[in-house]
C-alpha cells in the first residue's frame, strides 16, 4: 500500500477532543494510522505538518452556489473551489436557485455538477415549498432520496402559520431535517439594513430585530408541536440566543448557525452606503455581535457562510437597489482565524463551530479517526495571502477581502482523501 | 473600516466640491453657503438677474424621481448663473427601459456636463453618484429617499437668519412625519451646527425613526408641548399614503393633534415665524388663516431656495475648478 504521510501536524479534532502533534498516514481516501507507522506498505508522499494545524474539514451549513440560473454571479465549479481554498469540504447549497431545487431533475443536475468539479462535496438543501412561493408541500421525499441532506425554505417566507405547520408535520412523517431561517417578512420586506441610530442617520428603511424574533418564536412553537427535526438557520440578534436557550432548557433539539459576516461587522459598516455590507440577515450591532460569539464559545451555534457570489451591477447601484449577500468563500478562513488571533473566538469553538457541530445537524460521521474517509484541511496560522481582485477563485465581485492581506490559509485540503488544494 | 460619508463632498483643503448633505459640514462653510446666497439674494433684485459664474457650464437636472417644483428652482438658479441646463426627467425615461444607474450616468458623463443635480427615491444616491461619476463633475442633491435634502434646509436656515437675526441660541421645532422626511434630517444636522439652543421634533411614534433623538434633537408626541416657547415652527408636508401605510388613522385626526391652528402657534414665542417646505396640504398639516398669516414667512422660503442653490452651484463649481487645476499642475510637474 501506498500512503500519503502527513508529518508532525497539530491535529486538532474536537469530536474527539484531541488536539496533539502527530504523524497521519492515509491510503485509499482513508486515515489508515494515526501516531504511528502502519506495519507494511511505503511512504509515497510526504507533507510537512510542523506549525500546522490538520483539521476535519470544514462543513457550511448554507452557501449559495448560483448555478443552475446565475450564471454571471457564479458556477458549483468557481464555488466549489473557492470554498475548498479556505478549507470546505463539504456546502450545504441553498435552494433558492433558478429553478427552485424543487424536483430531483434538478438534485440529479447539482450533484453532477459538482462531481464533474471535484472539488468540495455539495450537499444540496431542498425546497420546502414549490417554488419556494410558501404555499404547498414540496415532493419531499423524493427530494430526500434524490440526494438532499435537508430541506429548506431559504429566507423565503411561508403564506402562513398553516402552512408552515403543515410543512412541518409532513416532513416530520419522514424523519426530513428541516432548515429554517426566521424572517417575517411583513416587518423585514421594506428594510435594507438594522433598524437603529446608524440607519435613521442614513435614511435607510431598517429591519427590527423582531423581524427574526417574531418569526422564531413561530417557528420554534411549530417545531415543538410537530416533532420535527429542525436546525434554524441564519440567526442575527442576541434575543434570538436567549429564545433557543429556552427552547433547548424546555427539552428540545434545536441547533442554530449564524453567518461569518454577523461575527465580523456591525451596522456601523454600512456607513457611507456600502452596499458591499448589505446583507441579509443584516448586520445588527455590536451588542449582538458579542452576544453570537459567545454562544460560538460555548459550543452552542455553528458558523455558516451565507455566501452569495454578485456580479459587478449586483453591488454597483445604490444601497437599496443593491443585491444583499457577500461572497465570502474565499476569505472565510483568513476572516475568521483574525476572529481567533484577536480572541473572540476560541481555537477550539471556532474549528467546532465549522466542523463538529455541522456535521452533528446532518448526521455525518466527520472526524479524523482511523478508518474514516479523510476530509481534512491543513492551516498554516501564519502564512500570509493576498487577496487580488483579479486572483478571488470565487465570479463574486463582492468579497470583502478583495485587496487585503491576511493571516491564515488552508495549505492542503483533502476531499475524501484527494488532495484538491 | 467607518467611512465619514462627508468628506466625499470636500476638496483636500476642505472646500465644498459635491452637495450631499448638512451632515458634517463646518459652521463656517454652511454659513459661507448662506452669505453667498444672500449676496445672491440682492442680484435677483436687479433689473438684469443673471450673473457670469457658471457661462460656458452645463447643468444636467438628473431627476430619477418626479418633481416639479425642486427642478424649476434649481433650472431657475442654473439659468441665472449663466449656464446652459438640460432637464432629464429619468423617472420616465431611461430606467424604465431597464438601463441600470450606472449605464445612465456613463452615458450623462460622455457629453461633457459639469454639474448634476440629482433626485433620487433611495437614500445614498446622491453620494453613490459621487463616488462614481468622473472627476469634475459637481454633484448637488436634490433629495435623495429619506436620507437628505441640503439645499431644502439650507433655504430654511437662510430664512430663520434673514427673519430672526440668526440662528444661535434659537428653539425650532419640525412637525410632522420625521420618518420619511429627508428634509428633517438635513434641518437637524444643519440647525445643531449654526448653533441653535434646541432642535425638537414633535409627530406620533408611527412617523418618528427609531433613535432619532441621536441626531441631535428633543422628541415630543404632543404638539402642544413641543411648540412651549418655539422661535420657529417647521412644518412638514404630510403624504396622503400615510393612511394606508397603518401610519396614521386619518388626515383629520392627524390635523386635531399636530395641525398648526392659530390657537396652538399661540404657545409658541409671540414672535415666532411658521415655515413649511411646500407644497402645503390646507387643513391637515396647517390652518389656512396661520399659513397665509403675518407669521408665516411659506413663500419668502420659496424666493430664498433660488439664491441657495445659486451659492451651493457656484461654490461646488469653484471647488470642482480647484481641484481641476491643481491636478493639471500636478500632472505639469511630472
Known amino acids: 500500500m501506498r500512503y500519503l504521510h502527513i508529518e508532525q501536524a497539530r491535529l486538532i479534532d474536537p469530536s474527539q477532543n484531541i488536539d496533539t502533534v502527530t504523524d497521519l498516514y492515509v491510503a485509499e481516501g482513508r486515515i489508515k494510522a494515526i501516531g504511528r507507522k502502519p506495519e507494511s506498505g511505503v511512504v509515497e508522499e510526504s507533507i510537512d505538518g510542523r506549525g500546522q494545524w490538520l483539521i476535519p474539514g470544514l462543513i457550511d451549513l448554507g452557501g449559495h452556489l448560483a448555478e443552475p440560473g446565475f450564471a454571471q454571479k457564479g458556477a458549483i465549479a468557481s464555488e466549489t473551489y473557492a470554498a475548498c481554498s479556505s478549507g470546505f469540504t463539504h456546502v450545504c447549497a441553498l435552494p433558492d436557485t433558478k429553478p427552485v431545487v424543487d424536483n430531483s431533475a434538478i438534485v440529479q443536475q447539482i450533484l453532477e455538477k459538482a462531481q464533474q468539479a471535484r472539488f468540495a462535496h455539495v450537499l444540496p438543501l431542498g ?26 425554505n431559504a429566507r423565503r417566507p411561508f403564506k402562513n402559520s398553516y402552512v408552515l405547520r403543515r410543512v412541518l408535520e409532513y416532513a416530520a412523517t419522514y424523519d426530513i431535517l428541516v432548515f429554517l431561517a426566521p424572517d417575517d417578512v411583513s416587518l423585514s420586506a421594506s428594510g435594507s439594513m438594522h433598524e437603529g441610530p446608524v440607519a435613521t442617520r442614513m435614511g435607510i428603511p431598517g429591519i427590527p430585530r423582531t423581524a427574526e424574533t417574531i418569526a422564531l418564536a413561530q417557528m420554534l412553537l411549530l417545531i415543538e408541536q410537530t416533532g420535527v427535526r429542525a436546525h434554524i438557520s441564519q440567526i442575527s440578534c ?10 433547548r432548557e424546555a427539552g428540545m433539539s434545536i441547533t442554530a448557525d449564524t453567518p461569518l459576516a454577523n461575527l465580523i461587522y456591525t451596522d456601523e459598516s454600512v456607513t457611507g452606503y ?13 451588542v449582538d455581535r458579542q452576544a453570537l460569539l459567545a454562544a460560538v464559545n460555548a459550543g452552542e451555534l455553528a458558523i455558516s457562510s451565507n455566501h452569495r457570489p454578485h456580479d459587478v451591477a449586483g453591488k454597483k447601484t445604490t444601497f437599496i437597489d443593491a443585491e444583499p449577500g457577500m461572497s465570502m468563500f474565499d476569505g472565510f478562513l483568513p476572516l475568521a482565524m483574525q476572529l481567533v488571533d484577536k480572541g473572540e473566538l476560541t481555537e477550539e469553538a471556532f474549528i467546532s463551530a465549522v466542523s463538529t457541530v455541522p456535521a452533528e445537524v446532518l448526521g455525518m460521521e466527520h472526524g479524523l479517526k482511523e478508518g474514516s474517509l479523510f476530509n481534512a484541511a491543513l492551516i498554516d496560522p501564519a502564512q500570509e495571502r493576498c487577496f487580488r481582485r483579479s486572483h478571488l477563485l470565487s465570479q463574486g465581485r463582492n468579497s470583502p477581502v478583495a485587496g487585503m492581506t491576511l493571516k491564515g490559509a488552508a495549505s492542503a485540503v483533502f476531499v475524501d482523501g484527494r488532495r484538491v488544494i | 473600516m467607518i467611512i ?24 463656517a462653510l454652511l454659513t459661507e453657503i448662506l452669505d453667498t446666497a444672500d449676496s445672491f439674494i440682492s442680484t435677483q433684485e436687479r433689473e438684469i438677474k443673471k450673473v457670469p459664474l457658471l ?13 416639479t417644483r425642486t427642478r424649476s428652482t434649481f433650472e431657475l438658479a442654473a439659468k ?94 419640525v412637525v410632522g412625519d420625521i420618518l420619511h422626511s429627508r428634509v428633517a ?9 449654526l448653533g441653535a439652543a ?43 399614503e400615510r393612511m394606508q401605510d397603518a401610519l396614521l388613522p386619518s388626515g383629520s385626526e392627524f390635523y386635531k393633534r399636530y395641525g398648526l391652528t392659530v390657537d396652538k402657534l399661540k404657545l409658541a414665542k409671540p414672535d415666532a415665524i411658521v415655515m413649511h417646505p411646500g407644497p402645503i396640504n390646507r387643513g391637515v398639516e396647517i390652518e389656512s388663516t396661520v399659513a397665509d398669516g403675518a407669521q408665516s414667512v411659506i413663500l419668502n422660503q420659496v424666493s430664498y431656495g433660488i439664491a441657495v442653490r445659486m451659492a451651493v452651484m457656484a461654490m461646488a463649481m469653484s471647488g470642482q475648478q480647484q481641484e481641476r487645476n491643481e491636478r493639471a499642475q500636478a500632472q505639469g510637474e511630472l
Not at chain 2, 447643468?59 to 430619477?64: A, C, D, I, T, Y
Not at chain 2, 434630517?185 to 451646527?193: K, V
Request: charged share 20%.
Open chain 1, 127 to 152: 425546497a420546502l415549498t414549490p417554488d419556494l412561493a410558501g404555499e404547498q408541500i414540496s415532493s419531499m421525499a423524493a427530494l430526500q432520496e434524490a440526494g438532499c441532506v435537508a430541506l429548506s
Open chain 1, 238 to 247: 442576541a434575543r434570538s440566543l436567549v429564545m433557543l436557550r429556552q427552547a
Open chain 1, 274 to 286: 456600502n452596499s458591499l455590507y448589505k446583507v441579509f440577515p443584516p448586520l445588527r450591532t455590536e
Open chain 2, 4 to 27: 465619514n460619508p462627508c468628506n466625499v463632498q470636500l476638496t483636500a483643503d476642505g472646500r465644498l466640491k459635491h452637495f450631499l448633505t448638512t451632515e458634517g459640514l463646518s459652521k
Open chain 2, 55 to 67: 457661462r460656458g457650464k452645463t447643468v444636467v437636472n438628473l431627476f430619477f424621481e418626479n418633481s
Open chain 2, 80 to 173: 441665472r448663473l449663466s449656464a446652459d441646463i438640460l432637464n432629464l426627467d429619468i423617472a420616465r425615461s431611461a430606467t424604465s427601459k431597464g438601463e441600470t444607474l450606472m449605464d445612465t450616468l456613463w452615458n450623462l458623463e460622455a457629453m461633457y456636463s459639469d454639474v448634476f443635480v440629482v433626485r433620487h427615491a433611495d437614500s445614498g444616491a446622491a453620494h453613490f453618484i459621487a463616488e462614481q461619476v468622473t472627476p469634475n463633475v459637481a454633484i448637488i442633491n436634490a433629495g435623495d429617499g429619506r436620507h437628505a435634502h441640503p439645499t431644502q434646509a439650507m433655504l430654511d436656515m437662510l430664512t430663520i437668519r434673514r427673519h430672526k437675526g440668526s440662528i444661535e441660541g434659537k428653539v425650532v421645532a
Open chain 2, 185 to 193: 434630517r438635513s434641518q437637524i444636522h444643519a440647525l445643531n451646527t
Open chain 2, 198 to 240: 434646541e432642535v425638537r421634533v414633535i409627530g406620533p411614534r408611527t412617523l418618528l425613526p427609531r433613535d432619532i433623538g441621536g441626531l441631535g434633537c428633543k422628541v415630543f408626541y404632543k404638539l402642544e408641548d413641543g411648540l412651549k416657547d418655539c422661535d420657529v415652527v417647521i412644518m412638514l408636508r404630510l403624504q396622503k
